[in-house]
T-cell receptor, first 111, second 114 residues
Framework: AQSVTQLGSHVSVSEGALVLLRCNYS??????LFWYVQYPNQGLQLLLK??????LVKGINGFEAEFKKSETSFHLTKPSAHMSDAAEYFC?????????FGAGTILRVKS | DTGVSQDPRHKITKRGQNVTFRCDPI?????LYWYRQTLGQGPEFLTY????????KSRLLSDRFSAERPKGSFSTLEIQRTEQGDSAMYLC????????????FGPGTRLTVT
């Protein structure tokens, strides 16, 4: 079965600093990979996805992620953090007809 | 298109009572999913529908849980004889007809069983 590991349940960065949220996956087939963001008491919003093709994927709000098959990774980055980026971020991998999510990483942005 | 909607947003119930949640997906989406999210965890898959057919159920979905999607439109998730362990956020999502298509999530229904 597919699985996702997100390294670091909490990440803290200063406003304007680089954001790096780590995601490693396990999949027996070529994966489809997703990053979602969740604000308090809200549902999940899709940031970006990788299906096939270019391994560097750009998403909304300046986020991007790179699919590295050799490392089984799909880390999320943003060059400059903004206060509004403070939220919980989930990495997910497709597993037949559903998504398997990691445990999430809470991003804190310090002013 | 107003996105995926869920009702109610919050539900407090006493142990042993039955509860029912509703999800209205994005209109042109054939697939509808239910997930459960507990504090500090990512969403966990419960079940999914392709149109009106329920095609997969997780082992998390005990006999006390039942889901329907009549006519392939809205869906309901019922929990019978609620237990404190059922307290969680119940998320609904919908997508077009392939796993590669992104799933759009509703705001969730937060269930508290006292």
């Amino acid at each position: 079965a597919q699985s996702v590991t997100q390294l670091g349940s909490h990440v803290s960065v200063s406003e304007g600093a680089l954001v790096l949220l780590r995601c490693n996956y396990s999949s027996s087939v070529p994966p489809y990979l997703f990053w979602y963001v969740q604000y308090p008491n809200q549902g999940l919003q899709l940031l970006l996805k990788y299906t096939t093709g270019a391994t560097l994927v750009k998403g909304i709000n300046g986020f991007e992620a790179e699919f590295k098959k050799s490392e089984t990774s799909f880390h999320l980055t943003k060059p400059s953090a903004h206060m509004s980026d403070a939220a919980e971020y989930f990495c997910a991998v497709s597993d037949q007809n559903k998504l398997v999510f990691g445990a999430g990483t809470i991003l804190r942005v310090k002013s | 298109d107003t996105g995926v909607s869920q009702d109610p947003r919050h539900k407090i119930t006493k142990r042993g009572q039955n509860v029912t949640f509703r999800c209205d997906p994005i209109s042109e989406h054939n697939r509808l999913y239910w997930y459960r999210q507990t504090l500090g965890q990512g969403p966990e898959f419960l079940t999914y529908f392709q149109n009106e057919a329920q095609l997969e159920k997780s082992r998390l979905l005990s006999d006390r849980f039942s889901a329907e999607r009549p006519k392939g439109s809205f869906s309901t998730l019922e929990i019978q004889r609620t237990e404190q362990g059922d307290s969680a956020m119940y998320l609904c999502a919908s997508s077009k007809d392939r796993i590669s298509y992104e799933q759009y999530f509703g705001p969730g229904t937060r269930l508290t069983v006292t």
